[in-house]
């Protein structure tokens, strides 16, 4: 079992920048993947980024390439979204995912944090 508990989110004007944690408890942290996806209101939830156990790959989804970056530092056991530039449109409640592989759709992640709130104003 892992346990996952995202912070950083919050409320940031328009070209802000913010960097949201996930922290694991449990299993080795470094034997999993790391994914975050996000969910607006009345829309599915949708990848954002992903990264491999040793950090070799990471994929971001091409609606936040260039201002979103995922890293995960093993020996603090925390994956990291650091987003720029951010957009209206990036309002959402954020998760983060732990999963074998480092893959860009949700079902293969077998473990969620409870999300955290980010609202971009204009």
């Known amino acids: 079992q892992v346990q996952l508990v995202e912070s950083g989110g919050g409320l940031v004007q328009a070209g802000g920048s913010l960097r949201l944690s996930c922290a694991a408890s449990g299993r080795t942290f470094s034997n999993y993947a790391m994914g975050w996806f996000r969910q607006a209101p009345g829309k599915e939830r949708e990848f954002v980024a992903t990264?491999?156990?040793?950090?070799?790959?990471?994929y971001h989804a091409d609606s936040v390439k260039g201002r979103f970056t995922i890293s995960r530092d093993n020996a603090k056991n925390t994956a990291y979204l650091q987003m720029n530039s951010l957009k209206p449109e990036d309002t959402a409640v954020y998760y983060c995912?732990?999963?074998?592989?480092?893959?860009?759709?949700?079902?293969?992640?077998?473990?969620w944090g409870q999300g955290t709130q980010v609202t971009v104003s204009s």
């Open positions: 990264i491999s156990l040793s950090r070799l790959s990471a």
């Open positions: 995912a732990a999963g074998p592989t480092a893959v860009t759709t949700a079902t293969p992640y077998i473990y």
